[in-house]
């Protein structure tokens, strides 16, 4: 089938579109496209993870959400026009089109979840088929509807050949891995990724990221605060396990200079990435990472030292496109949970039997 992705992620970038033919169990991944959101676009998202703090009505919409959810949904609908346009497909030979939407709320152990996106107004706007509301039955299942992405990761690393266990790293706004062993997927939020970063640089520089790690190259880590930081409970608890975007906000780098502050916080996600490895089964032989911390060399070289001996690549340097991945995973996710096979796993979300998932809403 002719499946696209759609993800907004924690970062609150842009929207990126994959295109991807697949039988829900190999992928040929191809062309992809990121659509930055303006600056409005942006704050008012961000006024909207704001917003959603209080709710405990996965349904409800109030006052701002509501217009956050319409202008998210207007704005996928502009995205998959526009990459259909760019890369010379008819709307009508795409068969399906997997939404992710935006993660607003993600309380797993409230079995709660809420991603802003209109499926339906989707699919009518589209004239094609949407799966949407990935994480909601993983959840209500008392499964932590996170990571999604695994099942995936899998059939790249099985493209890939070779043996031993990989685990691919996804740095966004939080940080998660896919563990591949055989036939083992186990999979877990490790902790931050950019998110912590990314905040601290826009409140101090009015920048949205530490662009090629170029402040943090610049501080120093404060190991006092990284030991404290470390020593949060998360870091103990086996995977299964998942994150907020915004879990870790509370722990403050606001008295440090803002070269420092970058260190530490990027040194943080690297050392949140390394305290995974004992809960595994066997430490990974590779490390291959994707989403936008492997475009930060800092970060890299922090991966590299703290997770050696194990090499660390970029997904990139294996012809992936490791900015598209997330994308490319809910296209594939969307023609599995057509196909009715599962999504998440007892080992990748704690759900207590594999399951499907996604809501499938027609033209």
Not at 195 to 219: E, I, N, Q, V, Y
Not at 339 to 351: E, N, Q, S
Request: charged content about 20%; overall charge negative.
């Amino acid at each position: 089938m002719r499946a696209i992705g759609l993800m907004s992620g924690t970062s609150l970038d842009g929207i990126d579109v994959a295109l991807v033919e697949t039988d829900g169990e190999t992928a040929a991944p191809g062309p992809a496209a990121t659509y930055p959101y303006a600056e409005a676009e942006r704050a008012l998202l961000v006024r909207a993870l704001d917003a959603a703090r209080t709710l405990a009505d996965r349904a409800a919409r109030p006052g701002l959400l509501a217009e956050a959810e319409a202008m998210l949904t207007a704005r996928h609908e502009a995205a998959v026009r526009d990459f259909c346009a760019a890369h010379g497909y008819a709307l009508d030979r795409i068969d399906v089109v997997g939404f992710h939407g935006q993660t607003v709320l993600h309380r797993p152990e409230r079995r709660l979840t809420i991603q802003l996106g209109d499926g339906a107004r989707l699919a009518r706007a589209l004239a094609i088929p949407v799966v949407h509301d990935f994480r909601a039955a993983d959840v209500a299942a008392g499964g932590q509807g996170a990571p999604l992405v695994p099942v995936f990761h899998r059939a790249l690393v099985r493209a890939l050949g070779g043996t031993g266990p990989v685990a691919v790293l996804n740095i966004g706004g939080v940080a998660n891995i896919s563990y591949i062993d055989g036939e083992t997927l186990i999979a877990c939020d490790t902790g931050p990724g950019n998110a912590l970063l990314d905040d601290f640089m826009a409140r101090r520089t009015g920048k949205p990221l530490d662009r090629d790690g170029a402040c943090a190259a610049r501080g120093r880590a404060d190991k006092d605060w990284l030991a404290r930081a470390l020593a949060q409970p998360f870091f103990e608890g086996a995977p299964p396990k998942s994150l907020d975007r915004d879990d870790f906000a509370a722990l403050s780098v606001e008295a440090m200079t803002t070269e420092d502050g970058a260190a530490t916080l990027a040194a943080f996600t690297a050392r949140g990435v390394a305290r995974v490895v004992p809960l595994l089964p066997r430490a990974p032989v590779r490390w291959i990472v994707v989403g936008g911390g492997a475009h930060n060399p800092v970060l890299m070289e922090l991966l590299a030292e703290a997770l050696a001996p194990a090499p660390v690549v970029t997904g990139a340097s294996l012809g992936w496109n490791g900015d598209a991945i997330e994308a490319q995973a809910f296209a594939f996710l969307a023609v599995r949970s057509l196909r009715g096979l599962p999504l998440t796993y007892p080992a990748t979300t704690g759900v207590p039997a594999p399951l499907c998932g996604g809501v499938l809403a027609r033209p």
